[in-house]
């Protein structure tokens, strides 16, 4: 499920002729699963908010794109119910990756 929610949260906000890129590795005793899409740059005072339940970043992409905002907070809350860690970075001018080690 964490996958999929990731995975739909990358395909709604990436640019149109964007992409969107995962990787999954071994690193030490954890996995480091990485999704990243290109999109617009997000200020990192928004950023810091993309986990919080029924936060939608801009109200009018928000309605073009649907749902609740509720998919990175149950997201997070998958990740923290296996003792692991979620955390997201905008990569100026080109996207946003989300990590999660577990």
């Not at 992409?19 to 954890?30: E, F, G, H, P, T």
């Not at 990243?36 to 009018?60: A, G, H, P, Q, W």
Request: hydrophobic share 40%.
């Amino acid at each position: 499920m964490l996958i999929s929610i990731l995975m739909d949260n990358a395909i709604k906000y990436a640019s149109d002729d964007g992409q969107i890129k995962i990787s999954l590795r071994q690193q030490s005793k954890s996995v480091r699963l990485e999704v990243f899409n290109t999109c617009e740059n997000i200020d990192e005072k928004e950023l810091s908010k993309v986990f919080d339940r029924f936060y939608r970043m801009d109200s009018s992409r928000a309605r073009e794109t649907g749902g609740y905002g509720i998919g990175l907070s149950i997201a997070k809350a998958i990740v923290h119910s296996h003792k692991a860690k979620i955390t997201a970075t905008c990569e100026q001018g080109s996207g946003v990756k989300f990590i999660v080690i577990l």
